[in-house]
């Protein structure tokens, strides 16, 4: 069964400076997709980046990046210039299923980032 | 702004109730996703539907059902209602139900059973 681990409870980060969130994922599909959304305290899900497991590249979104270590298998979050916006709880995701039935996310447990002044 | 909305924001209700939360999905998003987020089971997928179709069924209780009608909107029924199932309920809306797999999200409904 496909697996999402996030062993970072909580984290602290200074304003301006950059953090990695860990995600380790487990599957034995050759072709997966991640995703890392971000859960301020409003309650909403905010999508942030997406990397395919065929990307050659690392993929980027203005200040975040995702390290895609496939032989490791992880992807984690990388934020740069961390701003107080920042603050919130940090979900990583694999896509389950197949393209022609359904996809469905599989979630880890969440990084709570808190960004200080 | 995702472009998918759910109503209501919030529910409270006592238990033995049945509730329904609706969601819209994005203009021209086919899928409909249904999660649970509580703080004992975390994120969850519950069901999925494209065009109408059920396409998958994930850890959903016998007492929950869901459809989503012509229009595209979907319902999630949640009936014999315990303390148990107080949770904030997502629903997620894609294009198909392939592609990258990419989920926009909805506000939330935030459900409280007392």
């Known amino acids: 069964a496909q697996k999402i681990t996030q062993t970072q409870p909580g984290m602290f980060v200074q304003e301006k400076e950059a953090v990695t969130l860990d995600c380790t994922y487990d599957?034995?599909?050759?072709?997966?997709?991640l995703f890392w959304y971000k859960q301020p305290s409003s309650g909403e899900m905010i999508f942030l980046i997406y990397q395919g497991s065929y990307d050659q590249q690392n993929a980027t979104e203005g200040r975040y990046s995702l390290n895609f270590q496939k032989a490791r298998k992880s992807a984690n979050l990388v934020i740069s210039a961390s701003q107080l916006g920042d603050s919130a709880m940090y979900f990583c995701?694999?896509?389950?299923?197949?393209?022609?039935?359904?996809?469905?996310?599989?979630f880890g447990s969440g990084t709570r980032l808190l960004v200080r002044p | 702004d995702s472009g998918v909305t759910q109503t209501p924001k919030h529910l409270i209700t006592a238990t033995g109730q049945r509730v329904t939360l609706r969601c819209s999905p994005r203009s021209g998003d086919l899928s409909v996703y249904w999660y649970q987020q509580s703080l004992d089971q975390g994120l969850q997928f519950l069901i999925h539907y494209y065009n109408g179709e059920e396409r998958a069924k994930g850890n959903i209780l016998e007492r929950f059902s869901a459809q989503q009608f012509p229009d595209l909107h979907s319902e999630l029924n949640l009936s014999s209602l315990e303390l148990g199932d107080s949770a904030l309920y997502f629903c997620a809306s894609s294009f198909s139900s392939g592609s990258l797999g990419e989920q926009f999200f909805g506000p939330g409904t935030r459900l409280t059973v007392l």
């Open positions: 995701a694999m896509r389950e299923g197949r393209m022609d039935s359904s996809y469905k996310l599989i």
């Open positions: 599957t034995s599909d050759p072709s997966y997709g």
